[in-house]
């Protein structure tokens, strides 16, 4: 017989207010994205920006460096990033749609933003957290320059090509094909050269739960 | 052919007039209807005392709760003098960094000028508007107006320019009336042919393009030309990082060759468009500037072995744009032999251009800008009643809230 465990009121108790307080003395977006310009470090980890940011740093401004100074805080207006500017020649932009700025901050230089990205000119159809807003990057896009940006049309992409499928697994398909269905195939089997799956956790899962079905048990 | 005839007639009559300025130089441009505070002093009064407003904003901070736009917009409404304007600067800086920042109202906003315009403090309300950021001042364009217009009327173009900057920086430049009167701002200022520093070159050339792009006149191509000018100076000098930091302007290299092609576009247009003869004056002895400044620094880099580590940030994009000087100078002395050439110089002054522009057209721009204002204030009105019925609907729910928990907690003890 296993010793009853003693109920331990007390402890409980202490680990709620302790998980209250870590919650309530979390750090402010200010504080967590502090810098100091001189040493180039952050005082709230003390670690050092990497080494080729540094240029930028000094160069450019943060997004809410740029939102604190405008009226509603930007919203409705266009930003890009230089890396972006850098990288593709087709323009990438966010445009802003909901702002929470960090009061505390004395600048008004920190906080969190949502819009919608345009990617290389391909413009997504919800609402996304703004990420990298405090990287010194950030560059607002002028209302005459606005047109110029926004009218861009991306080309189509290229249709998928489709390859034949290597002898050994084309036969493997057909004799398969032939065993569930009993006629021969009409068609070749073509192998598209572009999948569009997302390799992540949730895929895995389900082609797993998928098997599982398929083949009922192991044995 | 009639139209320039009559544009030389005017421009003429222009001159007469300014050179009698006492008898009717009309300093102002606004006419009395757009100043009028009739229709601001005519919405509904809502007295309150400022002291018990000031108390109760102090004990909401005190206890970390949020302050309601409610509350800082009737302080701004009540303000009666001086000392009074100062506190209400206080709680503004309060507000802004306090979590309903985003809530400030417009009309707090129209009415915090208009009570600094009121009681002479002028002065603190260009302060506040030009630290915009710690308190949350984005003034609408009427209210723009009747600031840049105060500051024309006392001759002070100086004060005048720093609120166009605003304005540049808001990129409020919207309606006709803004952009004649901060036309008219820049125009006087830079007759008075002041020494300006790389950063206030900067945000006048930056006012300048930006409103200069909004107008397609004479006036408009001559402002942008300035702009562009003014811009491919500090793009010269510091690089174009310092040119667009901080401000709406287009990151690419080559302010300079914009300029020349505005100058292109002007010649080659067949319209009755002109640019105006001292704006090309002024961009010959600043191109001429340059070109001095250049040569030597070239003759002396090489004894500043030190600096020249730190002009290698000045990278390589600046340095080709800077040996495309001399290129410069030569097509823009082309540029204007052939304008000349072309009869497409205006001899007028940018100045008696921009008044001209004024005289004919603000007239007729400022009617629809009133009948804006009237609905404007309108809206303003009903939404500030909104505001007040929830306060009230909301402090009888907590009070009514309040009785039903001591009803509660009195049964309790009884039992």
Known sequence: MVKKKRLRLIAEMARKIRAYRELKSRPRESQKYALDYETMKRPHTGKMLPVLAWQDVRRESRLFSLLAGMRLFGVGRLFTRKSWLEDHTEPSYWQITKVKVDYTAENMDHGRAWGILTHKGKQESEVKEVDKVMYHDWRLIPKHMEHQIKDFKPLPEPPVRYVPYPPLLRAMLLAQYKKTVGSVIAEEPALPLKRDVLLNKDYFRKQEQETRRTEGTAV | MAASVWKRCVTAAVKVKCLSPSFSARRWLLSAAYTDTKVWEAREKDPQNLAVLATTMDRTYDRNLPVSSLTVSRFVDNISSREEVDQAEYYLYKFRHSPNCWYLRDWTIHSWI??????????????????????GIFPDDFTFNLFIDSYIKDGDFKSACSVVEEVMLQEAFDLPTTQILSL??????????????????????????????????????????????????????????????????????????????????????????????????????????LSSTSDSDSSGEESAGEEEKKEDIVDEDDQAEQAKLPQYVSRFKELSSQLESQDKLDPASFQALVTTLAQQNLAAAEKPDLEQYKSRVQAWESENRQLIQREKEMREKAEQEKQERLAARAAAQQV
């Open chain 2, 114 to 135: 208009r009570q600094c315009l009121k009681y002479g403090a002028r002065e603190k309300a260009l302060h506040t508007l030009k630290n915009k950021v710690q308190y």
């Open chain 2, 184 to 289: 008219y701002a820049l125009g006087s200022f830079l007759a008075t042919r002041p020494q300006l520093s790389v950063s206030e070159e900067r945000a006048l050339g930056a006012s300048l393009l930006i409103c200069g792009l909004k107008q397609d006149n004479t006036v408009g191509l001559s402002a942008q030309l300035l702009g562009n000018a003014l811009l491919g100076k500090v793009e010269m000098l510091k690089g174009i990082h310092a040119v667009f930091k901080g401000m709406p302007l287009f990151w690419s290299h080559g302010y300079l060759g914009r300029a020349l092609a505005v100058m292109e576009r002007v010649a080659a247009a067949s319209g009755d468009v002109k640019l105006s003869k001292d704006t090309l004056d002024y961009i010959n002895g600043l191109l001429q500037e």
